[in-house]
Nanobody, 124 residues
Framework: QVQLVESGGGLVQVGGSLRLSCAASGRTFSSYAMAWFRQAPGKEREPVAA????????DYADSVKGRFTISRDNAKNTVYLQMNSLKPEDTAVYYCAASLATNPVMARSGYDYWGQGTQVTVSS
């Protein structure tokens, strides 16, 4: 198994940038596909971005495509989410998730392990 801890959230103005980090424990980080999800108050948790074990293949929700970038550093057991051109609708708790599947479905059921979340607030 793996434990995940997110960091880097905070308050940012519209158009600003943040970089979220997700630190994974253990020695099996490279065995997991990783993803970022987010959940706004009163809404369902939704996928944001996903990355394969190799870090080569990535996928993004249409709402963040061109603005967010997911990456991973397997040597550091860390996955990142670079968020640019932030909008108020990006405000949510952001969660890091891990899956042992090669290409998990981009849904909550596709992932096995979750971090505690970090708050991102975009003010206008």
């Amino acid at each position: 198994q793996v434990q995940l801890v997110e960091s880097g959230g905070g308050l940012v103005q519209v158009g600003g940038s943040l970089r979220l980090s997700c630190a994974a424990s253990g020695r099996t980080f490279s065995s997991y596909a990783m993803a970022w999800f987010r959940q706004a108050p009163g809404k369902e948790r939704e996928p944001v971005a996903a990355i394969r074990r190799s870090g080569v293949l990535t996928d993004y929700a249409d709402s963040v495509k061109g603005r967010f970038t997911i990456s991973r550093d397997n040597a550091k057991n860390t996955v990142y989410l670079q968020m640019n051109s932030l909008k108020p609708e990006d405000t949510a708790v952001y969660y890091c998730a891990a899956s042992l599947a090669t290409n998990p479905v981009m849904a909550r059921s596709g992932y096995d392990y979750w971090g505690q979340g970090t708050q991102v607030t975009v003010s206008s």
